[in-house]
Structures are given as C-alpha cells and as structure tokens.
C-alpha cells in the first residue's frame, strides 16, 4: 500500500508539472496508475483471504485463488511497458554502430523473461491448490527471475555507459548528465536487488512461496523508478542552473510548481518557475521556450 500510495503522488505531481507533455506520455503515466490500482486490489484480496477468511483452514489456505494470478499477469505488463521505455530510449541515445548490438543483447533476455512470466501465469489460473505452483516454480518462476535480473542489469549498465559517453566540457551539461547517471543507477539497483531477492528465495528454498512478497512490491518499484525518472526533469534543471545538489533542489521545489523565490529588477519577489524541459520522450518534443525566455529576461543585467 505504501507504494501504491508513492505511485499515486508521483502521478499527481507528473500531471500538475508537466502539463505540455505529449499525450503519449501522460497516456503512459495513466496506463501504468491503472494497472497498479489493479494489482493493489489483487494484492489486498490474496492477504484477506490468506489471513482472515481461511484462517486455521488448512484446506482453503491451500486453495489458489484469482487474485494470484491476476497480479503476475499485471506485473509481466507493467515489467514490459517500463522496459520497452527504457529499452527505447537506450536505443535513441546510442550511436547507430552500436545501436543494434546493445538493443539485441537487452532483447533477448527480456523476450525471455516475458516468456517464462506468462507461461507461469497461465499455470496459476490453471492450478487448482498452490501446492501444484511448487511444480513448476523451478522449471518457469526461477528462470523468469533470472531473466529478470539479467534484463535490469543490462538496461542499468547500457543507460549509464551511454550517458556517461554524453558528458562533455560543458559544467552544466556534465551537471544535468551526472544526475541523470545517478538517477539511472539507483532506478536500477532496486529492481535488480529486488528481483536477485526473488530468485535466490525460490532457489534455496523451493518448497515455499515467499517469494511473492517481493513479487507484491515488484510493480510499484518499476512503476516508481519510471516516473520518478519523468518527474526529476524539473529538479534536474535546477540543478544545473543554480549547481546545488540534487537533494536541496528536492527539498527546496514545491509540488505546486514553484521552486523557490527571486527577485526582480524592481527588487520585487516573484515565483521562479522552472521550464518543462524534456530531456528525453518517445513522443513530441515539447520545451516551455515561453518560460524559458521569460526567466532569462527577468535575470538582472550584469
């Protein structure tokens, strides 16, 4: 529930600061918001029934029920909606000699881990106890996450190496990209600490299914790495524009769309608004040039 709740305010705050994004990206946003609503609804109905319904009924503990089943089904989309974003925008960054390469080697673990994803989830609705989930949770769960690791791993890497490629003598650009580079590596980090998590629990310990306590939280740490990435755009700027760290320039913007107060020529405190800027989008390119040209004209003249 705590990251559905984080899930929610992160979409909040992408559709009151970035209102001139592309309708691609805001369907995005909503896609990934419904289908955490979803999975949050499955969520709860497995631990009510597993902990108040049938309790001390060994029988009915036993039982499968749908609400397993649906949240794999949710998690295998939301894992191939935030990948195929990361995957393509590994491919607009990379030069064209190396684009194919680096697309492939993400491709194929990542086409895998799709496969042994949904063949586990046809098993759980067909199952009838999750006794017969232990059957197959060697053969296709712990591949799944194997896969899973590896494809997290590569998107990590790949985003890093070519975002550090991008740096150049320029300080605010080498500034805007090694906030990206730490965004991207602590995005990756967690989901790949997390599904590691999962595949050595079903390894050494086959015979149980705790594993799906980290398989609960999987959906909301993708959903939140993807739009902690878009809703970072603004705090990035600032950044660069004023060289603080990323930490004061969270703890200084407001969610209202304000990130901090100046002062005009007239001595006059006004709110600086920072610039949509989008770095990078599968969609239109869209810039606030408005905003930005208003904001170096109110800068006093040196």
């Known amino acids: 529930m705590g990251l559905y709740g984080l899930t929610t305010t992160q979409a909040y705050l992408y559709w009151f600061n970035y209102p001139k994004d592309s309708w691609w990206t805001k369907l995005l946003?909503?896609?990934l918001w419904v289908l955490n609503t979803a999975h949050t609804v499955g969520v709860c109905h497995n631990c009510y029934y597993h902990l108040i319904t049938a309790m001390f009924n060994l029988e009915m503990l036993l039982r499968n029920v749908w609400s397993l089943g649906m949240t794999v089904v949710i998690w295998i989309i939301v894992f191939a909606t935030v990948m195929s974003y990361y995957i393509k925008m590994i491919f607009q960054l990379s030069s064209a000699r190396f684009r194919w390469w680096l697309t492939g080697a993400m491709t194929i673990p990542f086409v895998l881990a799709l496969g042994f994803g949904l063949d586990a989830a046809v098993r759980m609705f067909l199952a009838a106890n999750v006794e017969v989930l232990l059957q197959f949770s060697q053969n296709t769960i712990l591949p799944a996450f194997i896969m899973l690791v590896i494809t997290d791993s590569f998107v990590t890497g790949f985003l890093c190496i070519l975002l550090y490629r991008k740096r150049t003598e320029f300080k605010r650009t080498r500034h805007i990209v090694n906030t990206l580079i730490i965004y991207a590596a602590s995005r990756g980090?967690?989901?790949?600490?997390?599904?590691l998590t999962m595949a050595l629990v079903l390894a050494i310990r086959p015979s149980t299914i705790w594993y799906s306590a980290?398989?609960?939280?999987?959906?909301?740490?993708y959903t939140n790495s993807l739009m902690t990435m878009l809703n970072t755009r603004r705090t990035v700027y600032e950044v660069a524009d004023t060289g603080r760290s990323p930490a004061d320039s969270m703890n200084k913007e407001s969610?209202?769309?304000?990130?901090?107060?100046?002062?005009?020529?007239?001595?006059?405190s006004i709110a600086n608004k920072a610039p949509n800027v989008e770095f990078i989008e599968l969609g239109?390119?869209?810039t606030n040039y408005k905003d930005v040209n208003q904001h170096e004209e109110d800068k006093p003249a040196v």
């Open 29 to 31: 946003v909503l896609f």
């Open 189 to 195: 980090l967690v989901s790949t600490a997390t599904s």
């Open 214 to 221: 980290a398989e609960f939280a999987i959906v909301g740490i």
């Open 255 to 268: 969610h209202f769309g304000l990130t901090g107060r100046r002062r005009n020529q007239n001595g006059v």
């Open 284 to 286: 239109e390119r869209g």
